[in-house]
């Protein structure tokens, strides 16, 4: 391994540029990478909205785009990302309806566009672009819709195009949240604004013979924009996105709702969200996330980069952004956490349980303070808890979309928080802490069941885009076992010898997977023989160390120092959002590195 003075260094060059990326109230933001696609969505909505007013907008995102095409002449979700074909379509469209703006780069653009669309054997004024996006999102219409019906009212390949793009029924929004596994409709809740905005418009172009149902759509029209209303937060970003946003404002604008308060607030929200380049991130932020991240981050350090008053300012941030009534857009109970602590985020079960750990990292001499808070918070994820033992995103049940798919990575995520809450809050035992460790059990079981033949485990937001299916065993892997080797060593599970054993038998083939996919240059990509990144380098060797191997590691800290001395801080296009979307996310490589370095602390320096 380097020398300890080497590492010594990466050590303070990595905590002076995570400290240093705090913001004025002492939580951490981060920075989303800039999205094409949220660009392409933002420009149209503005333009249909008022092209004169918001010329300037309009020209500085066509210009962005022209600074990030990619050489084959398409786009992808990030400027790090390859070029796909919903994506370049989408910017294909926009570029082809703002022709009083950007005027410069518009002939660039459409020309590399061109080129890429043909090299995919994509003739966009064929039926055959519509059905390639259909196939490729299947069932799932909640995108690929929104995705064609934007092309339409741009002119690609135009209006008559809505004979072929599938109704969304706006109207079953309108029925009790229960009611959508009977009906057999493929969204949850946070494709509602969608569903509604981009359904209304397919209705009011696409022509429909049957007078009964044109009857019924007309009669739901209203009262689906209140529901859409009541949904819409104060920041005006359903979800504080960009994309979805600018979908439901574009889709209200072209069917007569101009003057509409959803209108109105979201053509502000987008107004404010764009960025002194001309772009727009796939979200606003996700504050409490890479807070969460920062914070566990400094493991046993914590108190030595956090002094009382910091540690009490990031505490009562967490309390107050606790979800702590019925949420108004998804009917979420109390209890959760967000991505972010604008009013458009909502609670999920990988925020949740990062919030809790943060919170008893900060108050390790009075965890009594954030009780009720971290015992909510369990309570709100066992009541999410599948029947199959796994923890979802966002919604209990049917495993039809990723929203409420049970996976790996969350499930660890949350049987750490909970093992941890069962062991700083040891006093008796009560129903609530009867039920929580029932749960933990179940997750366990289906960590088990689900632990792939080689070791491994798969994420759901995480992926890769080098290999074939876009997944990411060494991320899912390297964060499960983490999670479980921390889970492992509290007393509790400890002196619960079965139950510790299978957790340790888990982790160990868990670890010979992680072990079987380093580089031979020593680090680690998203699987095998894949090119390594800071993120999966930095999260497989703490896994490794939270597992208790101490060997074999050297080549891997060398490769990550000798990358962020040469490089810096390189972000990757690995995280995935709905739709699968790729981003980056500027504080993945910190924080990862930042855990990575103080459990190698922990383990040879002190």
Not at 543 to 562: I, K, T, Y
Request: charged fraction near 20%; charge should be neutral; hydrophobic fraction near 40%.
């Amino acid at each position: 391994m380097k020398d300890k003075k080497y590492i010594e260094e990466l050590y303070q060059l990595t905590t002076d540029a995570l400290l240093s990326d705090r913001n004025a109230a002492g939580f951490w933001e981060g920075h989303l990478s800039s999205s094409a696609l949220g660009v392409a969505v933002a420009i149209t909505t503005l333009h249909f909205y008022d092209p004169v007013r918001f010329g300037s907008q309009i020209s500085a995102g066509i210009k962005w785009l022209s600074d990030n095409q990619n050489k084959d002449g398409g786009f992808g979700d990030s400027p790090e990302s390859v070029s796909n074909v919903s994506t370049s379509l989408l910017c294909l469209a926009a570029v082809t309806a703002c022709r009083e703006s950007g005027s410069p780069f518009r002939i660039k653009i459409l020309q590399g566009l061109s080129a890429y669309l043909q090299a995919q054997q994509i003739d966009i004024s064929s039926e055959r672009m519509l059905q390639t996006v259909l196939d490729f999102y299947q069932t799932d219409r909640t995108f690929s819709v929104p995705i064609l019906t934007m092309c339409a009212l741009c002119g690609i390949p135009g209006r008559e195009a809505f004979d072929r793009i599938p109704q969304l029924p706006f109207e079953l929004a309108l029925t009790p949240r229960s009611f959508y596994n009977v009906l057999n409709l493929n969204v949850v809740s946070y494709a509602i604004p969608a569903l509604i905005a981009v359904g209304i418009a397919i209705f009011r172009f696409k022509p429909r013979k049957n007078f009964l149902i044109r009857r019924i759509r007309k009669m739901a029209e209203k009262p689906a924009l209140r529901l859409l209303e009541q949904m819409k937060p104060g920041s005006g970003g359903f979800l504080e996105a960009i994309p979805l946003t600018a979908f439901v404002c574009l889709c209200l604008v072209v069917s007569g709702y101009r003057e509409h308060p959803v209108v109105c607030d979201g053509i502000s929200f987008l107004e404010r969200t764009q960025r002194a380049d001309g772009s727009w991130p796939i979200d606003v932020d996700l504050s409490s996330w890479v807070t969460s991240l920062a914070v566990k981050s400094f493991r046993s350090y914590v108190d030595i980069f956090l002094p009382k008053n910091e540690k009490k300012r990031l505490t009562d941030h967490y309390l107050s952004i606790q979800n702590k009534t019925t949420h108004p857009f998804n009917g979420a109970l109390p209890g959760g956490w967000g991505w972010t602590h604008f009013a458009g985020s909502v609670p999920d079960c990988d925020d949740t349980p990062g919030a809790i750990l943060a919170l008893l990292s900060l108050n390790q001499e009075n965890p009594e303070l954030i009780k009720q808070a971290a015992l909510d918070g369990c309570l709100w994820m066992v009541r999410l808890q599948n029947s199959d033992g796994g923890f979802p995103t966002f919604s209990r049940g049917w495993g039809k979309l990723p929203f409420d798919q049970s996976c790996a990575d969350l499930t660890g995520h949350a049987v750490l928080a909970i093992a941890k809450v069962l062991d700083t809050y040891p006093s008796g035992e009560n129903e609530t802490m009867a039920l929580i460790r029932r749960s933990f059990k179940k997750g366990i079981a289906y960590l088990q069941t689900h632990q792939r033949r080689d070791g491994s485990w798969l994420p759901l937001w995480f992926g890769s885009q080098l290999t074939p299916d876009h997944s990411n065993p060494v991320y899912g892997t390297a964060r499960v076992l983490t999670y479980l080797a921390d889970a492992n060593s509290c007393r509790w599970i400890e002196l619960e010898h079965a139950l510790h054993e299978k957790i340790a038998r888990m982790n160990e083939r868990a670890a010979a997977f992680l072990v079987s996919a380093q580089n031979q240059d020593g680090s680690w990509g998203g699987d095998k023989n894949m090119a390594g990144t800071i993120e999966e380098t930095a999260l497989a060797v703490s896994a490794l160390l939270a597992f208790g191997l101490n060997a074999n590691l050297e080549s891997g800290v060398n490769w990550l120092a000798d990358k962020i001395k040469s490089d810096g801080f390189e972000a990757a296009p690995i995280g995935l959002y709905f739709a699968s979307l790729w981003y980056s996310e500027r504080l993945y490589p910190l924080t990862a590195t930042m855990e990575c370095l103080s459990r190698l602390k922990e383990r040879q320096w002190d």
